[in-house]
């Protein structure tokens, strides 16, 4: 019988090392095993998945969720995922529609955005999963243990692809939703002192 396991967590919570850390156990228990992962995060390499350690395994890029279904064989046992918050509104039936086929999907990925939302379509995949791990990360600024991701740098876009020096663990003490919104103002007061020192 198929099922659905999601991993979800703030960034630097480990989310990937656990994936691959399941996907490997599949492995050696010879099961047949296929990975996907969205075409936007291509940081470190182009095929694989990578964790912040420097784990990896080698997976097959999609553009969005309705290609795995194309590009899953039929004799594949377990489907791994990797940063699903990519994939689109479509990845709840992909998967749903994978492990009613019989098949064990795992799907890892961020729960919430740098503002602190649910990132869909993570939301509802956990609502439709059989299996759930949600990971904490470590608050950067005091210790305790964070479920946030703070971005560091001035941009309102849904998605900056990026890893350290970007974004940071916070707790919810310590986020900043705002931070980035602040940024960009800051970014065009310094814009128009400049404009005006040199006109
Ligand atoms: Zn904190």
Redesign the pocket.
């Known amino acids: 019988m198929g099922w659905i396991e999601v991993i979800v967590g703030p960034m630097f919570s480990g989310k990937s090392e656990e994936l691959i850390r399941r996907l490997r156990r599949a492995e050696i228990a010879r099961q047949r095993v296929q990975i996907f992962k969205p075409v936007i995060d291509q940081r470190y390499t182009v095929n694989g998945i990578v964790s912040h350690s420097g784990l990896e395994i080698s997976s097959d890029l999609v553009k969005d969720a309705s290609e795995i279904l194309t590009k899953v064989e039929p004799r594949t046992e377990v489907i791994g995922i990797d940063e699903a918050q990519f994939l689109g509104e479509a990845l709840v039936e992909v998967c749903t529609k994978l492990a009613d086929m019989g098949k064990r999907v795992m799907v890892s990925g961020l729960d919430t955005d740098f503002m602190g939302r649910p990132f869909e379509p993570m939301p509802r995949l956990l609502a439709v999963a059989e299996e759930i791990t949600k990971l904490l990360a470590i ?1 950067v ?4 243990p ?1 479920v946030n991701t703070q971005r560091l740098v001035a941009s309102e876009d849904l998605i900056v692809v990026g890893a350290a020096g970007m974004y940071e663990a ?2 919810r ?2 986020f900043e939703p705002q931070l980035a919104t602040q940024k960009i103002e800051e970014e065009k007061k310094t814009a128009v002192k400049s404009r005006a020192a040199s006109g």
């Open positions: 608050c600024r005091c210790g305790n964070a916070r707790c003490r310590c």
